[in-house]
C-alpha cells in the first residue's frame, strides 16, 4: 500500500526556518518523481518544488527560487522541504505527492498519491 506521511511544520516567524519530511512507503522513492505542493487559505494548490527519481532534475517555483531546499534520502526513503527566509506569503498547508513518472510532470493530475498535509504558518 503506497503511503506519503509529511511531518515538520509548525509555526515560525518571518526570517525563520522549517524543514519539511514526506515518508514513503509502499513504493521505492527513488523510482518515481516526487513533489511538493501547497495550498493557502483561499488559494489554489500550487507546486512548491519537484525532483525526479535519480534526482537529476530538480524545480522550484519563482517564489521559492533560493530559500527553499528539495533533497532525497534514499536509504530512509524519504524526501525533504528545507524552507529558510520564510515570509508570511509562504503559509499554507503543505503536500507531498508522488508522480507516476520518474521524470517531473508539468500536470498536478500526474501525481497520483497525496500526503495529508502538514500546516506552515509564518507569523510573528
Known amino acids: 500500500q503506497v503511503q506519503l506521511v509529511e511531518s515538520g511544520g509548525g509555526l515560525v516567524q518571518p526570517g525563520g526556518s522549517l524543514r519539511l519530511s514526506c515518508a514513503a512507503s509502499g513504493f521505492t522513492l527513488d523510482k518515481r518523481s516526487v513533489a511538493w505542493f501547497r495550498q493557502g487559505t483561499g488559494k489554489e494548490r500550487e507546486e512548491v518544488s519537484c525532483?525526479?527519481?535519480?534526482?537529476?532534475?530538480?524545480r522550484y517555483a519563482d517564489s521559492v527560487k533560493g530559500r527553499f531546499t528539495i533533497s532525497r534520502d534514499n536509504a530512509k526513503n524519504t524526501v525533504y522541504l528545507q524552507m529558510n527566509s520564510l515570509k508570511t506569503e509562504d503559509t499554507a498547508v503543505y503536500y507531498c505527492?508522488?508522480?507516476?513518472?520518474?521524470?517531473?510532470?508539468?500536470?498536478?493530475?500526474?501525481?497520483?498519491?497525496w500526503g495529508q498535509g502538514t500546516q506552515v504558518t509564518v507569523s510573528s
Open positions: 525532483i525526479s527519481g535519480p534526482s537529476k532534475f530538480i
Open positions: 505527492a508522488r508522480g507516476l513518472y520518474i521524470g517531473c510532470s508539468e500536470t498536478q493530475s500526474f501525481f497520483n498519491y
